[in-house]
């Protein structure tokens, strides 16, 4: 692939990344708000944190790459988001899990891509935390699929695309072994705050 294509095609999916986080950040601040059972609610809220964090980063390599984000889609996202995380409070338990285990299959994707297209470009300082980051939407894939699988109607629901191992992630990138480049922590939010807010950039 040749650079401008793969700088062009990187550029795209961290914008699409950049929304889809912004999105996800919403939805499952509203998922966990609805959820009666505390170790669900305190994981769910960790994985927002989590995405939040990844929005962070994404949009710091957007900048790295004199980019942004698309204002129009930062909107519809927005909405999105905001939409879904209502909808959790209104559709009971299984959908919100299922439909969190679905996107979380495609980021992990999303993130591998991105890793290979900085390959391609000449920007090997982005993959490892790319890669991080699709290790971390890997353990939230498992999470949510961990959830429905034993709820007895998600026979009836459309299995979504399965990840492969873990440790495939970085298969295509032999000299990137998890921890590397460690990704900084998010910063714990305040005692109490269930208020953070974002708004689109």
Known sequence: MAAGTARERLVAQLQL????????GYAYRGHWHSLRDVAERTRIREIEEEEWHHRQLVGDMLRGLEAGPRAVRELVFFIIGRTLGTACHLVGWLLP??????????????YEDAALYARDCGHP??????????????????????????H?????LPRWRIPGPKESIRGPFPGFRPGDQPVPAPPAPPAGDETRTATPS
């Open 17 to 24: 990344a950049y929304s889809g986080e912004l999105a996800a």
């Open 97 to 110: 899990m299922y439909g969190a285990g679905r996107l979380e299959s495609s980021n992990v994707k999303e």
């Open 125 to 150: 300082e982005l993959i490892d935390c790319l890669l991080t980051m699709a290790e971390v939407e890997w353990e939230h894939e498992r999470y949510f699929r961990e959830k429905t699988v034993g």
């Open 152 to 156: 007895p109607w998600s026979k009836y």
